[in-house]
């Protein structure tokens, strides 16, 4: 009985620990990350080219939807403010630029461009998942993005 209850501490001990370490992970998402994939709700993934940037309050996108043939097929670069607790992760999009063919999954996006006070910024809550290496974007379309940390 001494040694389960020797091992359950062992395991409650690196569980807290574990969780604490991805908690720490998710709040540092600040500098450069390369896109990798767009993964949409229905199941069909595409691949992406572009980077997301994170300043300590300001954000930046530009990325391409690549077709098979690595030739870019819809591209958008937005930005805004963010704020991050946790992994909860909300956008504020204060700038739009976007435009595309449609995709499998994707319909067409006719050519799009705003810029918004902060009044009027729309709002996109999203969380966000990180290790370190890694960052993943789930919309609350559904969708998400992956990006690969470039720089710091």
Not at 19 to 30: D, K, T
Request: charged residues 20%; proline residues 3%.
């Amino acid at each position: 009985m001494q040694l389960f209850r020797g091992a359950w501490i062992v395991v409650t001990i690196v569980f807290c620990f574990t969780g604490f370490l991805s908690a720490a992970e998710v709040s540092e998402i600040r500098g450069a990350w390369r896109a990798e994939t767009y993964d949409l709700k229905g199941g069909v993934q595409h691949q992406v080219e572009g980077f997301i940037f994170f300043t300590e309050t300001d954000w930046t996108v530009l990325f391409f939807v690549m077709e098979d043939d690595a030739t870019p097929k819809r591209g958008s670069g937005e930005g805004g403010t963010y704020t991050l607790d946790g992994e909860r992760l909300v956008l504020s999009h204060l700038y739009n630029l976007s435009a595309g063919e449609e995709m499998e999954g994707l319909g067409e996006s006719p050519l799009r461009m705003d810029v918004q006070g902060m009044s009027d910024a729309a709002t996109e809550p999203c969380r966000v998942v990180s290790n370190g290496d890694s960052l993943t974007l789930h919309f609350p379309s559904g969708n998400q993005m992956t990006f690969r940390r470039s720089s710091r």
